[in-house]
């Protein structure tokens, strides 16, 4: 990361974390490398807080952790805001077709609400997806590991894998 190398340590730490899907030094860094090129955008601030929450979870007590994933929530409230000021209303201001029908009514605070947690449950879905896509790559490579004799290896990664499972 530090030659600006970011594709380069991204596919480390994913090579980390097939062999160890909550090493969260590797999940830090792939976050703070996805962020890192002036380029990064939404998609990459949104990844990089479902590996920073991955994290988190395994291991509550990082405050490096926790610290990064504050920033980039708020970050991304910041965003969101900007965004909302930039085309909030783009869609209100008028006809397309004259005649047509009268503008949508604004959002109720129930309504807001229901959309949120929509969000989350497809961000939730996403990381299950994410979850389970891991353990399968685990679970290759310990059977490439016990076809090449590594059994110890392999059964070591299994015993992570039943633990992440759980």
């Given at each position: 990361m530090r030659l600006g190398q970011f594709t380069v340590a991204i596919d480390a730490c994913n090579d980390a974390l097939r062999l160890d899907s909550t090493n969260s030094k590797a999940l830090y860094r792939r976050a703070v490398a996805r962020m890192s090129p002036a380029s990064a955008g939404s998609t990459e601030l949104d990844a990089s807080i479902v590996d920073l929450q991955t994290a988190i979870r395994a291991h509550p007590d990082d405050e490096t952790v926790a610290r990064e994933?504050?920033?980039?929530?708020?970050?991304?409230?910041?965003?969101?805001?900007?965004?909302?000021?930039?085309?909030?209303?783009?869609?209100?201001?008028?006809?397309?077709?004259?005649?047509?029908?009268?503008?949508?009514?604004?959002?109720?605070?129930?309504?807001?609400?229901?959309?949120k947690e929509e969000e989350e449950k497809r961000a939730a879905v996403v990381q299950q997806r994410q979850f389970v896509q891991q353990l399968?790559?685990?679970?290759?490579?310990?059977?490439?590991?016990?076809?090449?004799?590594?059994?110890?290896?392999?059964?070591?990664?299994?015993?992570?894998i039943e633990k992440a499972k759980r």
């Amino acid at each position: 990361m530090r030659l600006g190398q970011f594709t380069v340590a991204i596919d480390a730490c994913n090579d980390a974390l097939r062999l160890d899907s909550t090493n969260s030094k590797a999940l830090y860094r792939r976050a703070v490398a996805r962020m890192s090129p002036a380029s990064a955008g939404s998609t990459e601030l949104d990844a990089s807080i479902v590996d920073l929450q991955t994290a988190i979870r395994a291991h509550p007590d990082d405050e490096t952790v926790a610290r990064e994933l504050r920033r980039l929530k708020g970050m991304r409230k910041r965003q969101r805001a900007a965004d909302k000021k930039t085309f909030g209303g783009l869609f209100q201001r008028g006809e397309v077709v004259a005649g047509r029908g009268a503008p949508p009514k604004p959002l109720t605070e129930e309504q807001r609400r229901a959309r949120k947690e929509e969000e989350e449950k497809r961000a939730a879905v996403v990381q299950q997806r994410q979850f389970v896509q891991q353990l399968a790559e685990m679970e290759r490579v310990a059977t490439m590991w016990e076809e090449e004799g590594k059994t110890e290896q392999a059964q070591e990664l299994r015993q992570h894998i039943e633990k992440a499972k759980r």
